[in-house]
């Protein structure tokens, strides 16, 4: 059972990525996935989430607008398409999966993470 996050990478202030969770050993079709973050010196947070059934999605405030979650069950893929990127949003970004008809940030109620990957927003 694995999640690995890619896409990550160094980009300015206003630019865009797409990061990207691929699930190995286990089919996410029946779990709610979260997009968490941790900045240097700061505690984890999650960021965006999207339920396993209707496709329903939460934002954290600071990132609603601007992040997109997003899943394709039939890949047993996730993903986050970030635009115009802040300083504010270099941190570690890791995916999870968790319980499903969940829809929420608090990391209690996921249960499979991946390595996380680094996105840094710098010009």
């Known amino acids: 059972v694995q999640l690995q996050a890619s896409g990550g990478g160094l980009v300015p202030p206003g630019g865009s990525l797409r990061l990207s969770c691929a699930a190995s050993g286990f089919t996410l079709d029946d779990h709610s996935m979260a997009w968490f973050r941790q900045a240097p010196g700061k505690e984890r947070e999650g960021i965006a989430c999207i339920s396993s059934s209707d496709g329903s999605t939460f934002y954290k405030e600071s990132v609603r607008g601007r992040f997109t979650i997003s899943r394709d069950n039939a890949k047993n893929m996730a993903y986050l398409e970030m635009d115009n990127l802040k300083i504010e949003d270099t941190a570690i970004y890791y995916c999870?999966?968790?319980?499903?008809?969940?829809?929420?940030?608090?990391?209690?109620?996921?249960?499979?993470w991946g390595r996380g990957t680094q996105v840094t927003v710098s010009s």
């Open positions: 999870a999966a968790g319980l499903p008809l969940v829809l929420s940030l608090k990391e209690t109620f996921y249960t499979n």
